[in-house]
């Protein structure tokens, strides 16, 4: 019986180690392992890594705040009146076409770095 428990609990600290790598809350996955280490095993198995879903988020954030540099052909922020490569100055009218193109954002909005 005890050998039983002590396996339970070795499994149920495994799912929390899966779930901690795959940027999940380890304590709460260390008690549903405890519960239903079973259960929760595949459950973690199958989820999602949150580090990789960040990442892309981040990413694709960067991506739809940025505009290529016509001369220098670098990425800069969308906002930028001059690139920092370069030192090319954007028109008027190309500021303009940039801020029709930048997709509308909450109010409060603060990008995370």
């Known amino acids: ?22 940027g999940r809350s380890a ?12 259960v929760a095993l595949i459950h973690v198995a199958l989820a999602s890594n949150l580090k990789d879903v960040q990442a892309q988020q981040r990413q ?12 220098c ?14 030192q090319y100055e954007f028109s ?4 303009r076409e940039t801020e029709d193109d930048m997709p509308m954002l909450p109010p409060g909005y603060q990008p995370k770095v």
Do not use: Q
Request: hydrophobic fraction near 60%; charged fraction near 15%; glycine fraction near 4%.
């Open 73 to 86: 052909a670098e990425t800069i922020k969308a906002a930028a009146r001059v690139c920092r490569f370069c």
């Open 27 to 38: 304590g709460a996955w260390l008690i549903y392992g405890l519960l239903l280490w079973p």
């Open 1 to 22: 019986m005890m050998g039983v428990a002590l396996i339970w609990i070795v499994f149920a600290v495994i799912v929390a180690l899966i779930a901690s790598n795959k």
């Open 60 to 71: 694709a954030a960067e991506v739809a705040h940025s505009k290529t540099c016509p001369r």
């Open 92 to 95: 008027e009218e190309e500021l």
